[in-house]
Structure formats: structure tokens, C-alpha cells
């Protein structure tokens, strides 16, 4: 967790979350035990710096997973799949490139999806090369 993040949560009270931003740290938690079951480890949640933010840094084995978790309440106006833009794209890879900076040799990397859509979650490996 990002010093940025502590210091969140240290100094906002639950009550001064909005709904949405409630809703979004439910359906990350939720992603983040899933990816656990499958494997995963996690390295660093919500990795914020200027270009972007990435959700969940984790790792399987010996490649680097960038998880870009997602929630829509239903698949009326394309699902929470789909709201993962070609400009939100652009900012999970400028934001990774400079969380791989921190490492002297570039490990293998991927770029997964967790999306809800409801209560129905589907989670796609390779995400960014399955979307572009």
C-alpha cells in the first residue's frame, strides 16, 4: 500500500467516501481475494503516480500482473469491460512503465481485467493485447 493510501485511509472516515468510491474498494477487495485464490500475490494496491493508476500489482510466479479492476452495475451501456478505453489503456502503460523503473531487469508483464458487471465477474488475462 502507497504511502498516499495510508494516509487516505487513516484520514477519511468511511462515512466520507462516496458511494461510488465505496463500491469501487468493495469490488477491488473482492478481485484482489479472487486473484489470491488463483495464485496471485500481491506486490501493491492502488499505485498512483501523474499518469495513472493501477489497481492491484501482482505477481504469479515470476511475471508481473497489472490488474485494472472494473464495476458496473449492469451491461446497459457496455459493461465494465468496455469502460476500459483506449485512453484508460494508455494510462495503465504509462503508469507501469514507471513502476518497472524500480527494477533493474524488466521481469515478464501482463495486464489483466477483473470486471463486474453486477454480480457476475469475468476476468480476462492479457487484457490490454485482448482489447487493443
Known amino acids: 500500500m502507497s504511502i498516499l493510501d495510508r494516509l ?3 484520514f477519511t ?3 466520507q467516501l462516496t458511494s461510488t468510491q465505496r463500491i469501487g474498494d468493495a469490488a477491488e477487495e473482492r478481485a484482489l481475494q479472487f486473484l489470491k485464490t488463483q495464485g496471485l500475490t500481491l506486490l501493491q494496491r492502488n499505485f498512483r503516480c501523474r499518469g495513472g493508476e493501477i489497481d492491484l500489482i501482482m505477481q504469479e510466479q515470476a511475471t ?3 490488474v485494472e479492476v472494473r464495476q458496473r452495475s449492469s451491461r446497459s451501456h457496455g459493461g465494465a469491460l468496455a469502460s476500459v ?3 484508460k489503456q494508455k494510462r495503465l502503460l504509462i503508469a507501469a512503465q514507471l513502476y518497472l523503473q524500480r527494477y533493474q531487469s524488466v ?3 501482463r495486464f489483466d ?3 463486474y458487471d453486477g454480480l457476475q465477474r469475468q476476468w ?3 487484457a ?3 482489447l487493443a
Do not use: Y
Request: hydrophobic content about 45%; glycine content about 0%.
Open 113 to 115: 481485467v477483473v470486471a
Open 85 to 87: 478505453t483506449p485512453a
Open 128 to 130: 490490454i493485447e485482448a
Open 8 to 10: 487516505r485511509k487513516k
Open 107 to 109: 521481469p515478464a508483464c
Open 64 to 66: 508481473l500482473v497489472f
Open 13 to 15: 472516515k468511511p462515512s
Open 124 to 126: 480476462v488475462k492479457n
